[in-house]
Nanobody, 122 residues
């Protein structure tokens, strides 16, 4: 069982930066692939980024070059550094975990946090 808690969301202006954090419980955090997803009002939940247990990262095209995912296995925490934020990045951001290699669909992740709101004003 893995319990995930996100933090770091907020209201920012276009062009600003935010860093989201996701703290995980459990002693096997280092073996999980960790992902970030987001869901805007009226839209489906979509993949943002993922990082494997070995540190390999993957990004959605819409955030590549602006967002960076990282993990600190000693702190059981995964981060999402978001730079050059745009109004279209506005969404609830969710942290997720899966025991296996990187996948891109929400249904392929076993554990989810409660989400943190990110709002980017123009």
């Amino acid at each position: 069982q893995v319990h995930l808690v996100e933090s770091g969301g907020g209201l920012v202006q276009a062009g600003d930066s935010l860093r989201l954090s996701c703290a995980a419980s459990g002693r096997t955090f280092s073996t999980y692939t960790m992902g970030w997803f987001r869901q805007a009002p009226g839209k489906e939940r979509e993949f943002v980024a993922a990082i494997s247990w070995s540190g390999g990262s993957t990004y959605a095209g819409s955030v590549k070059g602006r967002f960076t995912i990282s993990r600190d296995n000693g702190k059981n925490t995964v981060y999402l550094q978001m730079n050059s934020l745009k109004p279209e990045d506005t969404a609830v951001y969710y942290c997720a975990a899966r025991s296996g290699s990187t996948r891109y669909l929400p249904e392929e992740y076993e554990y989810w946090g409660q989400g943190t709101q990110v709002t980017v004003s123009s």
